[in-house]
C-alpha cells in the first residue's frame, strides 16, 4: 500500500485529492493548519494531523514516522491580490514552507513530488499560456510559486528527486471555503447570493479567467505518480473556455436561482486576460472534455446551500496597507 503525504488536504483542492488517493488504496496523511480548510472535510480513512509545513521540526518527525513514497504538496495562501501586502507572510508559507517538504523527501528517498504551482507563475504573458513559455510573475504569490518550481528542478538535478507540477487556475467546487473574502471569485459570489447582498466586482469585469471544475482536475493530481511520462515535467491543468467575471457573475446566479445586482469597486492591480493551454495535460493525461461552467456551478452550488453561509474573516496580519483595496480592511 503506498504511503502518500498531502500537504493542505483540509483545504479545498486538497480534500478532493485525498479522496481519490483513498479510493485508490493509498494510506494518506494529512498536514494541515486549519487556516483556511476544515477538519470535516478530511476523508474518515486518512489521519490528519494539525500543524503547518513551516513548522520544520514537525515536517522532519511525520517523514520519519511514516517513510513516505509520495508528497502532495498543496498547502499554500493562494491570494495572488493578498500577497503584494503580505509579501513575509507569502514566502514563509508558499516558499520556506515548500522548502522544508523538500528537503525532506531528498532525505527519505520520497518517490516522486507533486506540486501545485499556478497559473500566476506566467503573469501579464499573452494567453494562452503555454508551458514552453518563459514565467513573468507579477506578485508575491506568482514569485514564490515559480521559486518552488525552479527549486524542486534542482533538487532533481542535484539529488535526483522526482517531481510532477501542475499549475492550476481559478478552480472553483465542493469544499471551498466561500467565506475568504481575499480569493476564489466563485466562492465569493455565492457567499454573497446567499446573503442577499451584492456581488463585488473590481474594475469593470471584463477580465477573463477559465474556471476549472475541481472534479476534473483531482483525479489527474492524484494519479499522475503512475504516469512515468509525467515525471520531472510541467503541467497546466484546467477548463479551457474563458470567461469575463460579469459573465461568471451571471451564470453563478443562474446555476444557483438566485438574483443579485453587481457592485463594482475600483480596479486592483492584477493580470487582466490569463487562461491556458492544455494541449500537453491532454496527451499525457488522456483527460477528456471537462465540465461545462454552469455544470460545475451548479454542482457547487448544491453544495454550498447545504453547506450554508460562512462568515467572512478579515486577514490579521496584514504588513502593508498602501493601496490596499478598502474592502479587504471591513469587518
Known amino acids: 500500500m503506498p504511503v502518500s503525504l498531502v500537504t493542505g488536504g483540509a483545504g479545498f483542492i486538497g480534500a478532493h485529492v485525498v479522496n481519490e488517493l483513498v479510493k485508490s488504496g493509498h494510506r494518506v496523511i494529512v498536514l494541515d493548519d486549519l487556516s483556511g480548510g476544515f477538519r470535516e472535510n478530511v476523508n474518515s480513512k486518512a489521519l490528519l494531523i494539525e500543524g503547518s509545513v513551516t513548522d520544520h521540526l514537525l515536517v522532519q518527525k511525520l517523514f520519519s514516522e511514516h517513510k513516505f513514497d509520495y508528497v502532495y504538496h498543496l498547502a499554500a495562501y493562494a491570494a495572488e491580490g493578498l500577497s503584494h501586502f503580505i ?5 514563509t508559507t508558499n516558499l520556506i514552507g515548500s522548502v522544508n517538504l523538500i528537503n525532506e523527501s531528498i532525505l527519505h528517498k520520497v518517490k516522486c513530488f507533486v506540486f501545485t504551482s499556478s497559473i500566476a507563475v506566467y503573469g501579464n504573458i499573452k494567453p494562452p499560456m503555454r508551458e514552453d513559455m518563459t ?4 506578485d508575491p504569490y506568482g514569485i514564490a510559486k515559480l521559486a518552488v518550481e525552479q ?10 528527486l522526482n517531481y510532477i507540477i501542475f499549475r492550476p487556475h481559478n478552480v ?20 454573497q447570493l446567499m446573503q442577499n447582498k451584492p456581488l463585488t466586482v473590481f474594475g469593470d469585469g471584463t477580465q477573463t479567467r477559465a474556471f476549472s471544475y475541481i472534479g476534473d482536475m483531482a483525479p489527474v493530481i492524484a494519479n499522475s505518480v503512475n504516469v512515468k511520462e509525467s515525471y520531472n515535467e510541467v503541467f497546466n491543468i484546467g477548463a479551457d473556455k474563458e470567461y469575463s467575471v460579469n459573465e461568471l457573475a451571471q451564470t453563478t446566479m443562474q446555476a444557483l436561482g438566485m438574483k443579485g445586482e453587481l457592485k463594482y469597486l475600483p480596479a486592483r492591480n492584477e493580470v487582466m486576460h490569463a487562461f491556458s493551454d492544455h494541449s500537453k495535460e491532454k496527451k499525457i493525461f488522456k483527460t477528456n472534455s471537462p ?4 455544470d460545475g456551478l451548479k454542482k457547487m ?12 474573516k478579515r486577514f490579521e496580519a496584514i504588513e502593508i496597507t498602501e493601496k490596499l483595496p478598502a474592502i479587504w480592511l471591513e469587518d
Open 172 to 191: 472553483f467546487g465542493e469544499f471551498q471555503n466561500i467565506g475568504d473574502r481575499y480569493r476564489n471569485v466563485v466562492g465569493i459570489f455565492m457567499n
Open 135 to 138: 514565467p513573468q510573475p507579477e
Open 291 to 294: 465540465t461545462s461552467l454552469l
Open 87 to 91: 509579501r513575509r507572510y507569502n514566502y
Open 151 to 160: 527549486d524542486l528542478r534542482s533538487a532533481h538535478e542535484m539529488f535526483g
Open 301 to 312: 452550488g448544491d453544495w454550498a446551500k447545504s453547506a450554508g453561509i460562512r462568515k467572512t
